[in-house]
């Protein structure tokens, strides 16, 4: 049996975790801007591990942004639960079932249960994944499934920079400083097996957009149809070097 550790309820922004290692604390708002459903993206992945009609619940939901695609495209019914007053604030507005705070015992006896969770981008920003993991456990029903992404620190932009013994914290992407855990495939699919979930789904990001994509050599050196037609296939190719992001389906085991 696997037993769920008590989670302490928190009132600050995770994006307090930068604090000192930029010049001010990213803007909580970032990431917020429309996306499309891509299928070589976190929206359109995702899109397609959630079965129609389905009850989601999407933790660390930020500005609602791609919780509002998802509903739309699955048909889903979701609930979101959010840190950030200000991200919360922005995914209400959209029209969203919003829940402020982190996901504890007490917001789970008051949603019910779910047949999907999500943690899009989440799990990097906790100092403990392996209990909020845990804990999706009680809010997830039988034969339940948790859909996880988290950035792929294995990328080639960061291997190269590591060579070069550079590890600098960034206001977004792979490093952004809000970050506190590191995943490879290996180890993500790893952290799900001891939390009780089994991988049935894995599936790596093209990210043509992210910084280090953009403006490192030699893939700045291409144009953006081209390096946007390289990355698709080369996340797909080699995942674990060129995959922006890792994206994953575990089923409650």
């Not at 989670?7 to 600050?12: A, E, H, P, R, V």
């Not at 019914?77 to 996901?103: K, N």
């Not at 007490?106 to 999500?118: A, N, T």
């Not at 960061?158 to 490093?175: A, K, N, T």
């Amino acid at each position: 049996m696997i037993s769920s550790p008590k989670i302490t309820d928190q009132t600050l922004s995770p994006d307090q975790n930068a604090s000192g290692l930029l010049e001010a604390v990213p803007d909580a708002l970032r990431y917020d801007c429309d996306r499309p459903l891509d299928p070589d993206e976190v929206s359109g992945i995702v899109a397609e591990m959630i079965p129609p009609g389905s009850r989601v619940l999407d933790v660390g939901c930020g500005g609602g942004v791609l919780t509002q695609l998802w509903a739309d495209k699955c048909k889903a019914e979701f609930v979101g639960i959010e840190p950030d007053p200000a991200r919360a604030a922005r995914a209400r507005e959209r029209g969203l079932e919003m829940h402020v705070g982190y996901l504890t015992e007490e917001i789970i006896r008051r949603i019910g249960s779910f047949d999907i969770v999500i943690f899009a981008d989440v799990l990097e920003h906790l100092p403990n994944p392996h209990a909020v993991l845990l804990l999706s456990r009680a809010a997830l029903k039988p034969r339940g499934a948790v859909i996880v992404s988290v950035p792929n620190v294995a990328h080639w932009s960061v291997r190269l920079c590591l060579l070069r013994g550079i590890f600098q914290y960034r206001e977004s992407g792979i490093m952004d400083a809000t970050h506190l855990r590191w995943f490879t495939r290996d180890s993500i699919q790893a952290l799900l097996a001891t939390s009780g979930f089994g991988t049935i789904q894995y599936r790596a990001t093209a990210g043509p957009g992210l910084p280090e994509n953009e403006y490192r050599a030699p893939l700045r050196w291409l144009s953006m149809s081209n390096r946007t037609r390289f990355l698709r296939a080369a996340s797909k190719k080699w995942p674990t070097l060129f995959g922006a992001q890792q994206v994953l389906k575990a089923e409650m085991q």
